[in-house]
């Protein structure tokens, strides 16, 4: 077993995967540990995948590449990363260079000293831009809000595992609809933080836009609270208290009914608005539960890839792999 994994996912990275492997392979070269590179490759379409198995050849005691069939996601690719990783310690970063790996000997001093889980903090973006900063910001706002879930403020995807904590999640925590930072959080053990500030992109652009960050904190939120399902009670009680007001409005005005249409029509718009919002996030909780009970894979292993050392040929292992 290597004392080390630093899992990597990779989606569409050919612009900057050398650099990042230069400037990492540097750093672990310098704790002086057993480590691996492994990188998961969730689907390129460019030519991230031939980057990959070409320093899996140059460098087959160091690299490993695991191959999706297809683009599962980030979630999925680190999923995998942890189920196949062999390193007693697990660090989780991205391939872009925003997670800074100067900061691996910290966290490995923290790890020694008998921290469980590292969380990697983000104090600030500058390539984010306004939008996704203050999205981000509002995402850990509500969801520390709206469930029992505490999460830190700029807890990114960048993290490490101890053993335990590692075995913890590959067994339990399996849901299709994953949000693995927020599980890393809330497992307990002896944790920690160190803070850090996200490097500009090494090359390309985020794979990230404002519609999937949307679809992500939806999903989180819903995964991680039952407060949504709640609303429609909290809704039928605003709505039968406007049905008292207007009923000793009726009362009181010696007319008989409001004179008003624009007032029945807006109070019909109203309720029928809250009727089919409730609708609506009833039907977003059994989607996520009609995944589940589909139980289909999280991830599918086209390939591992090993070089071929002096001491053992390995050629690619083609398997088909479902967890």
Not at 36 to 43: A, C, H, I, P, T
Not at 101 to 126: D, W
């Amino acid at each position: 077993m290597k004392e080390l994994s630093v899992i990597v996912s990779v989606y569409n990275e050919e612009q900057g995967l050398l650099e990042f492997y230069k400037e990492t392979k540097g750093w672990l070269e310098g704790t002086g540990c057993s480590y691996e590179l492994l990188f998961v490759n969730d689907g390129s379409r460019d030519r991230s995948g031939e980057i990959l198995r070409q320093l899996s050849e140059e460098d087959p005691g160091c690299v490993r590449v695991i191959e999706f069939s297809r683009n599962f996601g980030h979630e999925a690719a680190m999923t995998a990363g942890l189920d196949y990783a062999e390193g007693r310690y697990l660090i989780f970063m991205d391939a872009d260079l925003q997670h800074p790996p100067a900061c691996i000997p910290e966290i490995l001093q923290k790890l020694s000293e008998g921290y469980e889980v590292v969380n990697m903090v983000r104090t600030r973006n500058r390539t984010a831009g306004l939008i996704k900063n203050l999205t981000s910001g509002a995402f850990y706002q509500v969801i520390n809000r709206m469930s029992d879930m505490r999460l830190e403020p700029g807890a990114s995807d960048f993290f490490a595992l101890g053993p335990e904590p590692a075995r913890v999640l590959r067994e339990n925590y399996r849901e299709k609809v994953r949000f693995l930072r927020g599980y890393v959080q809330n497992i307990g053990f002896r944790k920690t933080k160190l803070s850090y500030e996200a490097a500009p992109r090494v090359a390309g652009k985020s794979h990230y836009s404002l519609r999937k960050l949307w679809r992500f904190s939806v999903d989180t939120i819903l995964c991680f609270s039952n407060l949504p399902l709640k609303l429609g009670i909290y809704a039928g009680f605003f709505s039968a208290l406007l049905g008292v007001i207007l009923i000793v409005y009726t009362m009181l005005t010696r007319g008989g009914a409001p004179s008003g249409y624009a007032t029945i029509v807006i109070l019909l718009c109203f309720m029928f608005g809250m009727l089919f919002v409730v609708v609506g996030i009833i039907g977003e909780y059994i989607a996520i539960i009609f995944n589940e009970l589909k139980d289909r894979p999280i991830y599918i292993v086209k390939d591992i890839r090993k070089g071929s050392g002096p001491e053992e040929k390995e050629e690619t292992k083609k398997q088909e792999k479902e967890r």
